[in-house]
């Protein structure tokens, strides 16, 4: 069974980084689909990047491209979120998300319903 956690969230203020790390385990780092969602109080929780497992391919929402960064470790089995320029809009608890594929897609999915395993959530605050 897929497990994955989450660190690195926290407060920041307005203009300041984050980089957030999801550690896979319980499964081989091979033929996953890798996402960050984002939920913020009162909203959906919302596709902010995805990438595969070992190949790469990242793939962002519209509005996250610029700002967000994800990449891997494939020796450590860990996805990370590099998140710059942050703004009091990107406050969120923000979750790591894996599926595994049987076909490759060219990119990995955005919608969360495509998403089987979930994190606890990280939350991330931030103050103007």
């Known amino acids: 069974q897929v497990q994955l956690v989450e660190s690195g969230g926290g407060s920041v203020q307005a203009g300041g980084s984050l980089t957030l790390s999801c550690a896979v385990s319980g499964t081989s780092y091979w033929r996953l689909c890798m996402g960050w969602f984002r939920q913020a109080p009162g909203k959906e929780r919302e596709g902010v990047a995805s990438i595969l497992s070992v190949i790469g391919n990242p793939n962002y929402a519209d509005s996250m491209q610029g700002q967000f960064t994800i990449s891997q470790d494939n020796a450590k089995n860990t996805v990370y979120l590099q998140m710059d320029n942050l703004k009091p809009e990107d406050t969120a608890t923000y979750y790591c998300?894996?599926?595994?594929?049987?076909?490759?897609?060219?990119?990995?999915?955005?919608?969360?319903?495509?998403?089987?395993?979930w994190g606890q959530g990280t939350q991330v605050t931030v103050s103007s």
């Open positions: 998300a894996a599926v595994e594929y049987s076909v490759r897609p060219a990119r990995c999915s955005l919608r969360r319903e495509n998403y089987n395993s």
